[in-house]
T-cell receptor, first 111, second 114 residues
Framework: SQQGEEDPQALSIQEGENATMNCSYK?????LQWYRQNSGRGLVHLIL?????REKHSGRLRVTLDTSKKSSSLLITASRAADTASYFC???????????FGAGTRLTVKP | EAGVTQFPSHSVIEKGQTVTLRCDPI?????LYWYRRVMGKEIKFLLH????????ESGMPNNRFLAERTGGTYSTLKVQPAELEDSGVYFC????????????FGPGTRLLVL
């Protein structure tokens, strides 16, 4: 199955609520990245977490990485309607010169 | 359903040569995206096709890069002449419509320019 699988596939919440998206992967990684894509536009890099890090923050974003479970989560706190987008995780494996994307989570934040 | 495929998986060329990358999106997907990842950095958007039309090519680095999608099916990305800084991984992704935003990524083409 696909490396970097996100769940849920779709998430709908109210403005002000927190949104949590998860990503699982199968092989060893050097880092994991989260990206966002608005409708019709390219990917925007959100945050990168290295394999020796467990948690990272950037503004309203919080990313965790559990290498023992081969999983990561992206938490968006106090969501806004403008956060509506698709969110992807991508894993980086330097040993195999490999980068894989998941299918993404479609987040809808209702005003 | 077959996923997004890209060809070749790897390409090693000399500076000054031409390389053409190909992407076959999932059948029925109108939207096709090209991305590039230069060594160790984040993915960057190159351009977006809707069927055969270029919707957004704001990410194309310079005029050495030419993307086409004749007939609205597969797409090619030509680099001519290739420079050393063009080395990286080129990803293609497709999605059905803009309403359904989920993109499906191909495995990428690893380009090395010597």
């Amino acid at each position: 199955s696909q490396q970097g699988e996100e769940d849920p596939q779709a998430l709908s919440i109210q403005e002000g609520e927190n949104a949590t998206m998860n990503c699982s992967y199968k092989t060893s990684i050097n880092n994991l990245q989260w990206y966002r894509q608005n409708s019709g536009r390219g990917l925007v890099h959100l945050i990168l977490i290295r394999s020796n890090e467990r948690e990272k923050h950037s503004g309203r974003l919080r990313v965790t990485l559990d290498t023992s479970k081969k999983s990561s989560s992206l938490l968006i706190t106090a969501s806004r309607a403008a956060d509506t987008a698709s969110y992807f995780c991508a894993t980086d494996d330097y040993n195999n010169n490999d980068m894989r994307f998941g299918a993404g989570t479609r987040l809808t934040v209702k005003p | 359903e077959a996923g997004v495929t890209q060809f070749p998986s790897h390409s090693v060329i000399e500076k000054g040569q031409t390389v053409t990358l190909r992407c076959d999106p999932i059948s029925g997907h109108d939207n096709l995206y090209w991305y590039r990842r230069v060594m160790g950095k984040e993915i960057k958007f190159l351009l977006h096709f809707v069927k055969e039309s270029k919707q957004d090519e704001s990410g194309m680095p310079n005029n050495r890069f030419l993307a086409e999608r004749t007939g609205g099916t597969y797409s090619t990305l030509k680099v001519q002449p290739a420079e050393l800084e063009d080395s990286g991984v080129y990803f293609c992704a497709s999605s059905r419509t803009l309403v359904q935003e989920t993109q499906y990524f191909g495995p990428g083409t690893r380009l090395l320019v010597l």
